[in-house]
């Protein structure tokens, strides 16, 4: 009975190495909460923006070492006069020893009506996706 005991062990070990030897990471690092909003303290939580708003997207980590890195990935998916699916711009934060950030997105023009999103990547690895609306 020993001796397959330790072939299990053998077994996983050598399932673990090859892992360990390609960079696998094995972060905890998780979103505990994210929200649109239309103010930096993130007091007015929406999905609906006004054309000359500011959006505001607030991100809380957990769990999350300091090398931890999130993306904010904001797209028109829809919007009167653009093209479908159109990148707006893209931002990465390190954690350092922050676990809340606020990405937000500012247009000198009125931003046109439709349908939009940000999506939230977490270590290169898309996490959720928030979708919003401009009326």
Known sequence: MKTNKLYVLVFIGLL???????GGSFSTANIKSAILTTDSEGTQETTVFASDQIFYCIVELANAPEDTTLKASWTAVSAAGEEPNLLID?????????????FNLTNDQLWPAGKYKVDLYLNGELDRTLEFEVQ
Do not use: H, R, S
């Not at 673990?16 to 390609?22: D, E, G, K, S, V």
């Open 90 to 102: 893209e931002t990465e934060m390190t954690a350092g020893n922050n676990n809340i950030f606020t």
């Open 16 to 22: 673990i190495l090859p892992a360990l030897a390609c």
